[in-house]
């Protein structure tokens, strides 16, 4: 005991590099077996991070939002606009030439039979590349899928044509995709969510693309809409807007309007920062007058706003487009309203602000969308997310705007191939956005990290989201 203790004061004066130099020698020559008596069987110390780490052992966190290379382009081989428009989105983001499918189809015609779309599909799913993750169509027509009910154009290639996702006035089958954390919806779910670009000429097509573009990573300060008008039986979706302007504070300018009363205006007019635009009319009048900024979302809740090109008699969701909003959604048949079966905004907007492309966030917000037909230019990021785990000092720094708000993610260690894990740091934040969070360094003897969090296809489940070599 004497001699330890002398060697321990000898210690105190020697610089620290040097300590646990000899600290380290100490605990091998301690495993050598030369001293007797020590206990074979006594269970080996669960390791304690002690901060001397010096790698980040090669940790990468995920991805947030689709990209380039997850996006398949479905072209009507022949049809003018569709080449062009498929040509100029292709140059403007860079999707892989392989990914780009030609289809034979009928442009002319509004409708599709679902016997032509079943053997349209399954020539889409062969050409596909495995690693496409979602499809852009690149025509305006057809956008209805016509059997014995009507699904959306988006919505069959995303499922198939399955009556049990259409059917009118009834509950329809849930996407499995709903405010679900994946990334990857091929790998996750089988099944491709899917977007038309929606434009109705090639200049209005460039137009759409280029403020996709200029869309991403802007971190816009725009402000939200969410009205409920007169129009009573179109504004169920109002007991989902009340909450967000106080839950959103310091973050989005969100604006819950009621004029359920008809005392002042079904409508905004005259905004020059419109991001979000959600309402309940047959026709939203003074659209016009408005400004959007790039990777604006905009919808009405009515019957046939997804019945291209006209509108069925009401206002075609095209025409938010035209507006300058970058994408929007509406329904193809008479689906009542069923908020299910419309974008849910309280979990579009969250998605949204935590990095997803557009397609992903809005195809998130519906839980029904067999009926439903969404239009935009899909890889548009306003919130993208820069994501990163760096070694700073004697800690771990991580950096990102996409954990979903209370919800449980660690980041763990463990020792050797076959070791037990053991955890650095958990973490749950209360809202969505930008986190600067920090973590201890594992032992030195530690030889691998990983992140885990709520599962892709299973929110309420804890899953590893990645794994360091």
């Known amino acids: 005991m004497k001699t330890s203790m002398r060697w321990l004061s000898q210690q105190l004066n020697r610089p620290v590099w040097q300590v646990l130099g000899s600290l380290s020698l100490l605990a091998v020559l301690g495993g050598c077996g030369g001293g007797g008596g020590g206990n074979a069987s006594a269970p080996a110390p669960t390791p304690t991070p002690v901060g001397s780490a010096s790698s980040t052992f090669g940790l990468s966190l995920p991805r947030a939002g689709l990209s380039a290379q997850d ?3 479905i072209v009507a081989d022949g049809d003018a606009l569709s080449e062009a428009t498929a040509a100029y989105y292709q140059a403007a983001r860079g999707v892989p030439a392989a990914n780009i499918i030609r289809v034979k189809l009928n442009t ?28 852009l169509l690149t025509w305006n027509s057809p956008a209805r899928v016509v059997g014995t009910c009507t699904m959306s154009i988006t919505s069959a290639l995303a499922f198939g044509y399955d009556a049990k996702y259409c059917g009118g006035c009834a509950s329809t089958s849930s ?35 280029d ?63 419109v991001l979000f635009y959600f309402t309940g009319k047959a026709v939203v009048p003074s659209l016009s007058s408005n400004s959007f ?9 009515t019957s046939f706003g997804g019945m291209l090109p006209t509108g069925g008699g009401q206002m075609p969701i ?6 300058g909003a970058t994408a929007s959604y509406g329904t193809v048949e008479e689906p009542c309203n069923y908020q299910q079966k419309f974008s849910r905004a309280s979990v579009l907007i969250e998605h949204y602000y935590r990095g997803d492309s557009v397609i992903e966030a809005y195809w998130k917000s519906v839980q029904w969308p067999g ?35 209370n919800s449980n993610y660690s980041l763990e260690f463990r020792t050797g191939p076959t070791g037990s894990w053991t955890s650095l740091a958990n973490f749950t934040i209360p809202s969505a956005g930008a986190q600067t969070l920090n973590a201890p360094l594992p032992p030195a003897t530690a030889t691998q990290l990983r992140w885990r969090g709520p599962c892709p296809n299973n929110n309420s489940l804890q899953c590893t989201l990645s794994e360091s070599p």
């Open 211 to 273: 403020r996709g573009v200029r869309a991403d990573g802007s971190q816009p300060s725009g402000s939200g809409y969410l009205l409920r008008t007169s129009d009573a039986a179109r504004s169920v979706r109002y007991v989902d807007y009340t909450g967000l302007p106080a839950s959103w504070a310091g973050r989005l300018q969100l604006n819950a309007i009621d004029n359920s009363a008809g005392a002042a205006s079904d409508a905004i007019v005259g905004k020059t920062d």
């Open 71 to 73: 996006l398949g382009i």
């Open 293 to 301: 900024v790039p990777g604006a979302v905009a919808d009405h809740l």
């Open 318 to 323: 095209t025409d938010w487009l035209d507006a």
């Open 371 to 405: 009926q439903g037909l969404f239009v935009g230019e899909p890889l548009a990021q306003p919130f993208k997310d820069s994501a990163s785990f760096t070694l700073e000092g004697s800690q771990y720094l991580i950096k990102t705007r996409s954990l979903r708000p």
């Open 108 to 135: 002319s015609a509004e409708t599709i039979a679902a016997s032509d779309f079943i053997a349209l599909k399954a020539e889409v799913d062969a050409k596909l590349p495995a690693g496409v993750q979602a499809t």
């Open 175 to 209: 996407s499995p995709y709903y405010d679900t954390e994946s990334n990857k919806p091929w790998v996750d779910h089988k099944f491709r969510p899917s977007m038309m670009l929606g434009a109705r000429s090639l200049e209005a097509a460039r137009s759409l693309i």
